[in-house]
């Protein structure tokens, strides 16, 4: 009885060890994931280093992100790096409502819906190589931020697209104005100008 004991004693704390051990992990993850977010504005590589803490971090061998392009079409694929068996885009009936591990012969498969504004803006799938054990529930919490910051990603990244299509308008109205205009700085010293400026005083345009 007392070695029955001792033995079950054992198995919980490690179990506990094994708990605070994935906790620690899942805690790393998140933080690089907040500091790639912080750090990236392009989606590809955004998801490039999403891919990279979760190859390293939790034994993920494949990550592929598909957006929706149009109703009706596949989604066109963003980011992909790895092996890819079961689900592909062309499923278009078959994607899931929640998040959904799949178990196959040669691989453990996690797909899931990326919601943005409560629309499904994409899929994300995760593969890992047999063996594995069913995801934790501290996986699994992971994954739901995973999605998360995902949508957060998407959604920055058409932003910041939506920001340069206005600059680049913005510059190219600027630039074929048939009058001469400036931008200046705060202490009123003229930082740039425009190609009519540069023919009106014969001054090159500041680069």
Do not use: C
């Not at 054992?10 to 805690?27: G, I």
């Not at 490039?48 to 149009?70: C, E, I, N, P």
């Not at 910051?149 to 998407?154: E, F, H, K, P, R």
Request: hydrophobic share 45%.
């Amino acid at each position: 009885a007392l070695a029955l004991h001792t033995q079950q004693q054992f198995q919980a704390s490690q179990q506990t060890v094994a708990q605070h051990a994935q906790r620690a992990t899942q805690l790393g993850i998140q933080r690089a994931i907040s500091q790639v977010i912080l750090s990236q504005l392009e989606l590809p590589a955004i998801l490039g280093a999403l891919s990279d803490q979760l190859q390293a971090g939790l034994g993920y061998s494949g990550f592929y992100v598909w957006l929706s392009t149009s109703a009706g079409a596949p989604p066109m694929q963003v980011y992909g790096n790895g092996p890819s068996p079961g689900w592909q885009p062309a499923d278009l009936a078959s994607i899931p409502a929640a998040l959904e591990v799949l178990h196959l012969p040669n691989a453990q498969v996690v797909l899931a819906p990326i919601v943005l504004q409560e629309q499904v803006v994409g899929v994300l799938k995760l593969v890992r190589d047999p063996p594995h054990d069913a995801l934790t529930p501290v996986e699994l919490d992971l994954l739901r931020l995973l999605l998360d910051s995902i949508a957060l990603a998407v959604h920055n990244s058409r932003l910041y697209g939506e920001v340069a299509s206005t600059k680049s308008f913005l510059e190219n109205l600027v630039q074929g104005a048939g009058d001469a205009i400036f931008t200046v700085d705060l202490t009123d010293r003229i930082t740039s100008w425009n190609t009519s400026a540069e023919h009106m005083f014969q001054a090159a345009a500041a680069v």
